[in-house]
């Protein structure tokens, strides 16, 4: 069975700190994605990857930056968390671009203050 | 947009089989339909997906009508741990992998 990780279940950080919060998937897939979840607005494509130290910006990259330095590893980084990043965030892998079926992982309740 | 059209919820007995059915009017020739689910606070799950015939896994059976506007998940004997929020997924971007999400159903499976 494939397997994503994703660092933390819930985190609470201050406003202005600097945040990270990491994914790994197990299944060497090619390709991972960050979506964040917010009600009323459903699952929002932050970032994705195809490959290691490629990535590309999906619908709301702003205030976030990305990182894969190897294959099974995607982190999210929020330069400088604000209150409107307070969300649930998503971590998705899949074999390849061209496939719809992703893997999610248990996802991150961040709360900033 | 998300392009399908879902009952916003639907309940089960638990042990009966759990139909959900989803209008998507406008899929094009090449667009696959995914069906994920989301089981309150956790990642959403992919299910089942297909294209033109009818697909079965050992989650559930996916029926897709011949003119391509509709399609029923069916989950053959409904269990307490069934309950969750299920999306029915054609609205895909084989560019960015993105897929879009719709409001769903929320079927609640009852003892």
């Known amino acids: 069975d494939v397997k994503v990780t994703q660092s933390s279940r819930y985190l609470v950080k201050r406003t202005g700190e600097k945040v990270f919060l990491e994914c790994v998937q197990d299944m060497d897939h090619e390709n991972m994605f960050w979506y964040r979840q917010d009600p009323g607005l459903g699952l929002r494509l932050i970032y994705f990857s195809y490959d290691v130290k490629m990535k590309e910006k999906g619908d709301i990259p702003e205030g976030y930056s990305v990182s894969r330095e190897k294959k099974e590893r995607f982190s999210l980084i929020l330069e400088s968390a604000s209150t409107n990043q307070t969300s649930m965030y998503l971590c998705?892998?899949?074999?390849?671009?061209?496939?719809?079926?992703?893997?999610f992982g248990p996802g991150t309740r961040l709360t900033v203050t | 947009d998300a392009k399908t059209t879902q009952p916003p919820s639907m309940d089960c007995a638990e042990g009966r089989a759990a139909n959900l059915p989803c209008n998507h009017s406008?899929?094009?020739?090449?667009?696959?339909v995914y069906w994920y689910r989301q089981i309150h606070s956790q990642g959403p799950q992919y299910i089942i997906h297909g294209l033109k015939n009818n697909e079965t896994n050992e989650m559930a059976s996916l029926i897709i009508t011949e003119d391509r506007k509709s399609s029923t998940l069916i989950l053959p004997h409904a269990t307490l741990r069934d309950t969750a929020v299920y999306y029915c997924?054609?609205?895909?971007?084989?560019?960015?992998?993105?897929?879009?999400f719709g409001q769903g159903t929320t079927l609640q499976v009852k003892p």
């Open positions: 998705a892998s899949s074999r390849r671009v061209s496939s719809g079926e992703q893997y």
């Open positions: 406008t899929i094009s020739g090449n667009e696959y």
């Open positions: 997924i054609v609205s895909y971007s084989s560019n960015t992998g993105k897929l879009i």
